[in-house]
Nanobody
Framework: QVQLVESGGGSVQAGGSLRLSCAPSGRTFSSLSMGWFRQAPGKERDIVAG???????????YYADSVKGRFTISRDNAKNTVYLQMNNLKPEDTAVYYC?????????????????WGQGTQVTVSS
């Protein structure tokens, strides 16, 4: 069983930055694909970004169109932590952000295929 512990949410004005962190436990972090989803009130939970395990040929990342150029997902295997750096935040980024994990990269990009979820952390962006 994998447990995901998130931190870093909060309130910020438009144009500001926040960094979310997620630390999995219970399974070798380096073998997991990790992702971030978000869910605004009354809306579906959507993928924000995903990152594959790092291999000898590098790793893969995915970003939703709405966050490309503003958000960066990264992982530090030495610290067993995945990050979501969010810059130039907009009011429409306001949502509960969820850390996700799966044993395959393609699975961590789709809500129905995610194998492990964090508890969620609130991000609020005011105009």
């Amino acid at each position: 069983q994998v447990q995901l512990v998130e931190s870093g949410g909060g309130s910020v004005q438009a144009g500001g930055s926040l960094r979310l962190s997620c630390a999995p436990s219970g399974r070798t972090f380096s073998s997991l694909s990790m992702g971030w989803f978000r869910q605004a009130p009354g809306k579906e939970r959507d993928i924000v970004a995903g990152i594959s395990p790092i291999s000898s040929s590098g790793g893969s990342t995915y970003y939703a169109d709405s966050v490309k150029g503003r958000f960066t997902i990264s992982r530090d295997n030495a610290k067993n932590t995945v990050y979501l750096q969010m810059n130039n935040l907009k009011p429409e980024d306001t949502a509960v952000y969820y850390c996700a994990a799966a044993t395959r990269f393609i699975r961590v990009l789709v809500v129905a295929n995610v194998e492990y979820w964090g508890q969620g952390t609130q991000v609020t962006v005011s105009s």
